[in-house]
Nanobody
């Protein structure tokens, strides 16, 4: 079974950047559906960005233009480049994966129910 492990979180200030990594094992990054989710204290987990086996990406409105999801195929790793961070971006960030296909009539790649494999999360804290 695929396994994912996040890293790269930490404390940053408003406006700064951070890059999260998700190491994938058991599958290659181009043969699986991948996404980033986040959860703030007292909030539900929400989809941040996703990328499929055809490199199609989807972003939540609140990160579009600031975050970029990508793959490092050499390292078999999923990345999330986060720029211009805001206080409200603070939270635990999770990497998620699911088996192909990454599509369908009702498929929503930013819905946590679409994913079966989850990491333990990496915490991001943005302060002023």
């Amino acid at each position: 079974q695929p396994q994912v492990a996040e890293s790269g979180g930490g404390p940053v200030q408003v406006g700064e950047s951070l890059r999260l990594s998700c190491a994938l094992s058991g599958k290659t990054v181009d043969r699986i559906c991948l996404a980033w989710f986040r959860q703030s204290v007292g909030q539900r987990r929400e989809g941040v960005a996703s990328i499929d086996d055809n490199q199609r990406t989807k972003y939540a409105d609140f990160v579009r233009g600031r975050f970029t999801i990508s793959k490092d195929r050499q390292k078999n790793t999923l990345l999330l480049q986060m720029d211009n961070l805001r206080i409200e971006d603070s939270g635990m960030y999770y990497c998620a994966a699911s088996s192909l296909p990454c599509d369908g009539q009702w498929y929503n790649p930013l819905n946590e129910g679409e994913y079966f494999y989850w990491g333990q999360g990496t915490e991001v804290t943005v302060s002023s």
